[in-house]
């Protein structure tokens, strides 16, 4: 599905990424995980060509994605802070990147299910995080991409729209999609997650599952294995 | 491309600077118009102002809407859309957008005032094309400093020295060379520091129409085959073309590069 | 008064009675004009057919009137003068004259009047002509209503329109004279009248004046001329409701004064010329109630000027309204209205509250380093401009007009 090389980035005199080899297999649920600055956000925004790397390859659905943007057709991305035109209107922005995309009739039931019709007349200025996030999530989800990047999903959810989310998210697995997220609560990464990445200082530290995690750091649950991981290299 | 422009433009056309721009074109073609009672000598005032504002707003303005659509401009990357796409479309949503405002703001009160019957229409169009061009220049230049600085405050610092540097020391330079030199021959020189400035390029386009008279008295044979025929005005057209073009390639150049 | 019109009367009774008419036409007994002159008796009456004449250097040295039916053409063949009055009461009418010799040595011209008085010269075309109608040391003449449509190209191979030479008490009125070296030009002759006249394209002066006092031109149109109209070294000259205009060029002018005193420069235009007037050493010279319009430079002071009055002018868009070379001042300005004042009237009387400085500190930069012309109506010399203007340094600070009108001056 997605497959990097040995990919370094450097902002400035800051090396963020030193070398990362990863592959994600078609299907299921990745979360990339790793402490404040570790690179997480700037391995997606790699994949998604939004950084230029300096080094290394990354190929989405067996392409090469250098120089070239029509791959994106193929993923659905959720940024981390949702801030739209001011000016528009939900359902205009809607509208909008149905325009930019093509088009898909999706958005009804997702505009349903996260009662967003009465927002729909209202500019994006007026609305509050929470509104705004679920307007986020309306546009990740109503195209149907083989390849799904949440990068934290959850800001700002009430508790329903949180299982409504997880309730998506485990919908689009089973249709064989590829999802790939991050996130700091923990809770919501043991309950989605099949497979964990950890990147620690620009590389790939782990790459397995919650259990093997508990395993390898030998911690009876998740939050303690990867406080172990970060006490250990700290320390 | 066109969708960009498209949305970027009518995001910005209801935002509330755009009428800001557009009342303020407004008053003061009504301004003008009513302390001059004079077609002729509104249009006058008016290229003397445009000359100096237009840039000021262009650069403000650009720096402004690049900043403030950052987030947005994040959400049309992760978008299965070419980089330059995105940023020339919003680029020209918003050089259309104020030179929108520019046209009708000061296009409404001189036509009411009777523009049509007026022999200042052409004086009056050359004003508007000048300012259109330098909205698209200044527009341009303000994308290309907003592009390669990540921070806001850098950002908005360096749009206002290069808006002061082009619009009042660029000038006063230009003038201490022309003075200090003054023993050697300088049309060549004087005519390359005008086309180096796109205000004061703009400024030739103007004087060209106002001060012609003046400019025929000088001797320089260039400076005569420059004011004296169409040369001038071609001359100066195609410079204000590639002063357009060459930021706007940067523009495509520097968002292929950039990280977000 | 009554001994006058007896007298009127007596030359009215003989030139009818005893005056004779002499036709000349192709096919007459008499073909040619020198024929006709040599048979005629003072005071006959010649009339010249339609026609084409070759002939040169005719001589009229008796008083006659020659008439043109339709334009008969008198064609010089390029060979010399064409026409020389060397008797007074001439009168020349209604002739279309072409080809007039063109030499280094001598000024040929179409009609030459030496020497003679009362003559008349009147609708009469002339082409191709190296000097036009050419009056020396001739008095109380009247030229009407020619047109004089030259082809110069050169100033030293080309002639004058018309060229008075020590001649005084002369009419010269609406005439037309285009694309010649000087389109009217004085030399010592005083007295003159120059009335709607319409001097254009010419290579030089539309209009010249050297030595010439008491002269006075009104009601005439220069336009186009490589430099303008040029007044120098003469007296008491009265210049009166003309136009110039277009007068465009380095050396370009719409009227250049050079050592003129006492003058009078009431109700002119001067439109669209680089320099509208050009002052060199000229004193008490009344400048009243002209109008100047988009000019590079209205008015030109180039020194030694003194006790001058600028009175109730209109100063419209003028790239610079005055310019001084000098920080001396000795000139007046008052009541003018200057499209430039940006000054304002509280007590609302029409006159600004503020003076107004016409001379600005750019002028002075541009006189210094001419490039910098390319530099007006830049943001920074409107700020240079506005330093000065608090604090004058490089220009006279008395150079003020205290009473700056508020709306335009008419009259």
Same mark, same amino acid.
């Given at each position: ?33 790793? !402490?404040?600055?570790?690179? $997480? ?56 990147? $149905? ?18 019709? !009465?927002?729909?007349? $209202? ?22 991409? !083989? ?5 934290? !999903? ?22 064989? $999609? ?58 | ?6 949305? %970027? ?73 070419? @980089? ?26 001189? #036509? ?90 703009? @400024?030739?386009? #103007? ?47 520097? %968002? ?5 | ?105 001598? =000024? ?124 120098? &070294? ?99 300005? =008052? ?46 010399? =409107?700020?240079?401009? &506005? ?25």
């Amino acid at each position: 599905m997605v497959s990097i090389q040995n990919l370094h980035k450097k902002f400035g005199k800051n090396q963020v990424l030193k070398g990362v080899d990863l592959n994600i297999n078609e299907g299921g649920i990745f979360a990339v995980l790793g !402490p404040n600055g570790s690179g $997480k956000t700037t391995l997606i925004k790699s994949i998604l060509g939004m950084v230029i790397p300096n080094k290394g390859e990354i190929s989405v659905l067996g392409e090469n994605i250098k120089k070239s943007s029509d791959y994106r057709h193929k993923i659905d991305y959720l940024p981390q802070i949702a801030n739209f035109p001011s000016n528009l209107k939900v359902r205009e922005l809607i509208k909008m990147i $149905k325009d930019l995309r093509g088009n898909t009739s999706d958005d009804e039931r997702l505009i349903e299910l996260f009662k967003l019709k !009465p927002f729909l007349n $209202k500019k994006l200025g007026n609305l509050s995080g929470g509104t705004k996030q679920k307007v986020n999530i309306v546009l990740t989800f109503m195209f149907d991409c !083989p390849l799904i990047i949440l990068d934290e !999903p959850t800001t700002g959810l009430d508790p329903i729209s949180l299982i409504r989310l997880k309730d998506l998210i485990q919908k689009e697995k089973a249709n064989g $999609k590829t999802i790939l997220i991050t996130s700091h609560i923990m809770s919501f990464v043991e309950e989605v997650s099949d497979e964990i990445v950890f990147i620690l200082e620009g590389q790939i530290y782990f790459k397995g599952s919650i259990q093997d995690l508990k395993t390898k750091t030998s911690q009876p649950d998740f939050e303690h294995a990867i406080a172990s991981i970060l006490t250990e290299n700290h320390a | 491309m066109l969708k960009i422009l498209k949305y %970027s433009f009518f995001d910005l056309i209801r935002s509330r600077w755009s009428y800001v721009y557009f009342a303020f074109y407004l008053l003061l073609g009504i301004v003008l118009l009513f302390l001059n009672n004079d077609l002729s000598k509104a249009v006058i005032t008016l290229m003397n102002v445009i000359i100096v504002l237009v840039p000021l707003i262009g650069t403000i303005f650009g720096v402004m809407y690049y900043y403030n659509s950052k987030e947005f401009t994040e959400l049309l990357l992760a978008q299965p859309l070419k @980089r330059s796409s995105i940023f020339l479309g919003q680029y020209l949503g918003v050089a259309l957008s104020l030179s929108m405002s520019l046209i009708l703001g000061l296009g409404i009160p001189f #036509i009411f005032y009777g523009l049509f019957e007026s022999s200042a229409i052409w004086d009056f169009s050359l004003l508007l094309v000048t300012g259109v061009f330098l909205t698209l220049i200044f527009t341009a230049l303000a994308f290309n400093i907003a592009l390669s600085n990540e921070n806001k405050i850098k950002g908005f610092g360096y749009a206002i020295l290069l808006w002061l540097f082009l619009a009042i020391i660029y000038d006063g330079i230009f003038l201490m060379t022309l003075v200090m030199f003054e023993d050697y021959p300088l049309d060549k020189l004087s005519l390359v520091g005008t086309m180096l400035n796109p205000i004061d390029l703009s @400024r030739t386009l #103007i004087l060209l129409k106002l001060d012609i008279s003046a400019l025929l008295g000088y001797t320089g044979a260039i400076f005569k085959q420059f004011f004296g025929t169409n040369f001038g005005l071609i001359v100066s057209f195609a410079m204000l073309t590639i002063w357009v073009v060459l930021p706007v390639l940067r523009i495509v150049f520097k %968002s292929r590069k950039k990280d977000f | 008064m009554k001994n006058l019109i007896v007298f009127f009367s007596t030359i009215l009774m003989a030139s009818t009675t005893m005056a004779k008419t002499i036709e000349v036409c192709n096919s007459c007994n008499i073909s040619s004009l020198k024929t006709a002159i040599s048979q005629a008796k003072d005071f006959d009456t010649i009339i010249v057919k339609k026609g084409t004449y070759k002939e040169y250097e005719i001589s009229v040295n008796k008083p006659l009137v020659i008439i043109g039916k339709n334009y008969p053409v008198i064609d010089g063949e390029l060979k010399g003068e064409i026409f020389t009055i060397i008797s007074d009461n001439v009168t020349i009418d209604g002739l279309f004259i072409i080809n007039v010799g063109t030499s280094y040595t001598e =000024d040929f011209a179409a009609i030459r009047v030496r020497k003679s008085k009362n003559f008349i010269i009147q609708n009469v075309v002339l082409e191709k002509l190296f000097f036009g109608i050419y009056i020396e040391k001739s008095n109380h003449g009247k030229v009407y209503h020619n047109k004089i449509i030259g082809d110069a190209v050169n100033e030293y191979n080309s002639g004058n329109g018309i060229q008075l030479w020590y001649s005084n008490h002369i009419e010269i009125e609406h005439n037309y004279v285009e694309h010649v070296r000087d389109g009217i030009y004085l030399e010592f002759s005083d007295d003159c009248l120059i009335k709607n006249n319409v001097s254009a394209e010419n290579l030089r002066y539309g209009l010249h004046f050297m030595f010439s006092n008491d002269d006075v031109y009104q009601d005439n149109t220069f336009e186009n001329n490589g430099a303008g109209v040029a007044v120098m &070294f003469s007296k008491k000259i009265k210049m009166l409701n003309n136009t110039f205009k277009e007068n465009w060029g380095t050396a370009s002018y719409g009227m250049l004064l050079k050592e003129i005193n006492d003058a009078e420069i009431i109700g002119n235009t001067f439109e669209e010329n680089t320099i509208g007037i050009n002052i060199e050493g000229s004193n008490r010279i009344v400048y009243k109630n002209n109008d100047f319009l988009n000019n590079g430079w209205a008015i030109k002071v180039r020194g030694a000027c003194y006790a001058n009055s600028f009175v109730e002018n209109n100063f419209l868009y003028n790239s610079f309204d005055i310019s001084y070379n000098s920080k001396v001042n000795d000139n007046v300005f =008052d009541r003018n209205y200057w499209s430039n004042y940006t000054g304002y009237d509280l007590d609302k009387d029409g006159v600004g509250d503020v003076p107004y400085r016409p001379v600005k500190l750019f002028s002075y930069i541009v006189n210094r380093t001419p490039e910098t012309i390319i530099l007006l109506r830049s943001l920074f010399i =409107d700020i240079i401009d &506005f330093s000065e203007k608090v604090s004058p340094v490089f220009t006279p600070d008395n150079l003020l007009d205290n009473n700056p009108l508020i709306k335009n001056n008419t009259w």
